[in-house]
């Protein structure tokens, strides 16, 4: 059995490793942090884990952590920077569901989450953890960055069409996010009475996830001639549900002899966790709610030049705490799959 | 690896019933029906399972339905009262999620349910499938009538009372149900306009599920002195969300000397499906999302003689497609929380 | 026109009020205070108000309020008492939305809300807000103690039968509210990912409104042979929704001679705000929204003992803002009616 | 008092009508048809009517239709075309919130709504009633065609630009929508449990809403150098909630001279229905539920080319009723806003 780890587990994405890990054969969740529950058992917090998960909250140790095989991150960002660097050097593995090392760039860091990188050295070493473009790095790494929930959806939307240099001019991504994307912070803005019944773009000047989605695009385009020079507008919106997240992207592909369905199938077949759907398809966010799934379309409506994209997954799965147990198990050698086989839960 | 067939598999608890034995480690479905989806995958009216349950709808066929060791009956009510009796002949178990076989007096069901019964002598044979109340029969049984939503909410709460005989007087439950409990019909009522951002009640006058509590009541307190002799009175009510039951139970209990905490802790032990919370608690519906635990609490309100039980359920899960399988693990000798095993959806 | 101040203005129930006097013919909203939102205009906070209420926060100060004909507190509890005896010594009349006025028993302030009432000698000053009960001593009040949202849609349920002594044993209020009750406060517990998709009891060992309910009921009965002396048994539950309030009360009613839906409609026949719906009728809180209308119905399920009356309101307007408006009407001898004609909003 | 009649007013533009009607200060609706209703008093289907509206269905007649002053169709596509002519020969004036005269061109109906159009000698004749950009016209006009929710959100949105001939290059359109913009058609694809808690774009190879854009955006344009060439992407989604479009679309502004902001400003300047937000707003839907406004703002993300313009509707008042209204008002020489007044509902 692995043991693992969670660093920082009362928010959504750890509260999402527990009900996932409380059924992965393989791995056994030894400790999990709360400087603020400590003491506290985690099913008092997350009820539906009684019976399920008797583990109690601890203060974070690195000596207790040590004792792991793996540990999760799913601080707030900026705190993982801070205990990775010690944890690696006792030979324990990593993933870091914040944007502590998303960037390879520690300006852009800096500039984006608007403090200096503690450990700016490490980012070359960190493998970013988007499996379907990163998986041999991923089975060799010690320290995964676990990939945000909108450049998940965004980037495995644009994958076929990037790696192939197929995209002309500008790249607009339309994102929409269900509210535990905001977290499980007491705040006004995130209250019932505040987002439901109720639909908004936020952060249209400039959101964190548009240097990463922007990174990642042009690693899948490296190899391309037409190596992608366009703008990148990243809009995201806040949806009235609690998960889910819906990616529609609009590019130019000029090259209308691409037979778009096959070039997405083909990639993608055998991916585990990336479902293209029949031409003609919209894919719904609860067709992927609670599982580790991207499901996507292609579109070339009316025939013109746009092509549009659909993407989606949970942002708690896919987007965080799946695509962490995802990493994990590529990372230690296990079944990619490993408890992440769970259909999704509909209606 | 026991075969199971499912009779009209196209609404919510026949998809309920895909999505958990999707991952049951003992059960494989080799054959689903439905009149009018027969030919289609299961995924294309559920994309949630592509890729988990690959598996087509097909007409209807005794001969087909004989194959399997067990039948899932998860049709309107009226329908498996016709087809039980062959299969049970041909010596294949069933579990009727329908109301068919729940009430013991055939004129009960004719006057609730409005049609003559099909097999009026298969009504004592059949086993009510609250393994709670009833698992060694259940073990043996070849016919289960799983209890409806509601009567599995109410009961379970109103267990250790009924069976001391503590109960005087009246009983009031005050049930709430979410909308997956109206089925997948297309009608005006369970409209998203017409439902969300509201709250009523319905079926004031006489609900369906009204006798089956009765009769389940009068069996728990058999072997009582005061075998109750009050009103039960039940009033559902519709909640603005997917899934979950809530009952709130109102009953007298003039012996204050009784430990109710400890008399449900008691009692429900060694249940595996059912998790007596600390004392003062109050259960919410989502700490059963998508698993099949009943969660429940009992209060007595400004210490007097009012006893107040809150229970909760998933109606599609403890309260039809997961009750359903734990039946059937019981019936067919398997460990009975086989596949049922993953904690609650949160958030 | 009426010139009118709202202290503490920031909360659904003060922004209510805005929404509602901003078309009433007869009003003008001269001042409104907030000690944290000093300065910037009503519209930043709540942007359906821009064009419509073009007002900004003030800091609180007496004599600013003094120069206003009628004063609304929409603060919390144990804030208006420190101020109304000042102003109503001006000559401005008040209506307090919160509970600081309601009970006219000191100790039982004390015993429920925490701390010492701060001008106990003007409990038996403040008439109780209810126009359907005390309209007469409403038209004369110089300070009127708004009900609450519970005790509101509870106590227009029970005044046709408390009046005339029918009700004999305990009475049950099984009651639900949207979360617009819990206010506008920065807390997990009110986030749309902790409530929605949920439904929970709280309070079950006792609520504040308690107390406020049974010293109504207690005056509706005062006047009756059998005035009540059974248990009273209050429990409130949270909805998923924005608003609304549905009480489900059960009385136990042994004289089957009386005509109840007769009794209902002709105690309300002249309320412009109490619709008593056909026999048989399940009201919705939808039917009611955004409006200041309590609708209900009368049951007698099965024939027996036991009546059931559904009544349902907007716990922001009848239950609140409406109510408030309601009451300044009377006590300023306008148009009881007068802004608060609009029809529901359905969908 | 204008005499208005409703044509198909079971549905919830037509009980939205209603709403809006039952307060406006100078209108009276004499009649409502229905042939599925016919008889029942309106507020049986819509209980939030009660007492405010005591209208009945009746069946359609035309000679009853024609004694009102202006007829409101709020029937399904293609049924005002066959009715239309003879009101408009008795004198009475009529808003169609249907499609049936929304495109000037008869090809372009039959391509997209699959019918031949009844009355194509009619198309010239009525005007697009977006009061924003035809105000004069609909003065003088005896039959509006009401836009559509989603060209209303849209274009609004894009006015300013496309008549100063801003725009270069393609225009997406990235639109999403509550559900009532579906109806109140029994069908499963809008059940709260098909629909909550998801979310999905839909109709991406072609909506019907395109052309109807595509005419509006030409018009506006038809005075500048650079009338409009490039490719018109819409993608319309579905939000889980009742009320509210939110229109983002994408236009790239090369010339960064444009003070886009003022020019936004000054163009609404003087039109009660459109609110411009401050620079750097996002408009949340809810600030414009149940009300006649379009709020909306204009961004350039990171100082690129690429222009992002948010606007926000209530679908069923300004994307319908509400519209239809302001035209009904402007027609008949009214206050613009009659009846309009109030403000959103928060929340």
């Known amino acids: 059995m692995i043991k693992a780890g969670i660093v920082g587990g009362t928010g959504y ?22 400087r603020k529950e400590a003491g506290k058992p985690v099913s008092e917090l997350y009820p539906g884990l009684r019976g399920k998960m008797d583990i109690a909250y601890s203060q974070p140790d690195d000596d207790v952590l040590a004792t792991c095989d793996l540990v999760f991150f799913a601080t707030p960002n900026g ?29 852009d860091w800096k500039q984006w989450y608007g403090i200096d990188h503690a450990c700016p050295e490490m980012l070359a070493e960190a493998v970013y953890g988007l499996p379907e473009m990163n998986r041999e790095q991923i089975q060799s790494a010690q320290l995964v960055a676990n990939p945000g929930c909108y450049p998940t959806a965004a980037q495995l939307g644009l994958l076929p069409l990037m790696e192939k240099g197929l995209v002309e001019g ?14 499980r912070e007491a705040k006004v803005a995130s209250l019932l009475c505040e987002v439901s019944e109720s639909f ?42 609690i998960r889910g997240i819906h990616a529609t992207s609009y590019v130019s592909v ?26 003609g398809s919209h894919p719904e966010t609860r067709s992927v709610k609670s599982c580790n799934q991207c499901r996507l379309s292609v579109h070339r409506p009316q025939g013109g030049d746009t092509v ?10 896919k987007g965080a705490a799946g695509q962490a147990i995802q990493n994990m198990n590529i990372m230690c050698g296990l079944n990619e799959t490993a408890g992440l086989e769970a259909p999704a839960l509909m209606p």
């Open 308 to 317: 549009v994209i659909l993407s989606v997954i949970d942002n708690l799965v």
């Open 13 to 34: 994405t750890g509260a999402e490793l527990l009900r996932l890990l409380a059924v992965h054969p393989e791995v056994e969740v030894t400790v999990i942090t709360s």
């Open 170 to 183: 500008n790249i607009i991504i339309d994102a929409k996010s269900g509210v535990s994307g905001a977290g």
């Open 254 to 279: 000029k090259d209308h002899s691409i037979d778009l369905q096959a070039l997405y199938e083909n990639r993608f077949r055998d991916e585990p966790f990336v479902d293209v759907l029949p031409a």
């Open 79 to 107: 705190i993982a920077m801070n205990s990775v660097p010690k944890l690696l050097e006792k030979g324990v593995k990593v993933v870091d569901l914040a944007a502590d090392f998303r960037l390879s760039n520690a300006e």
């Open 200 to 241: 908004k773009a936020y952060g249209v000047p400039g959101h964190r996830h548009l240097p990463e989605i922007r990174q990642g695009l042009g690693r899948m385009a490296v190899n391309t001639a037409g190596a992608f020079g366009g703008e990148l507008v990243f809009v995201p919106h806040l949806v009235p549900m």
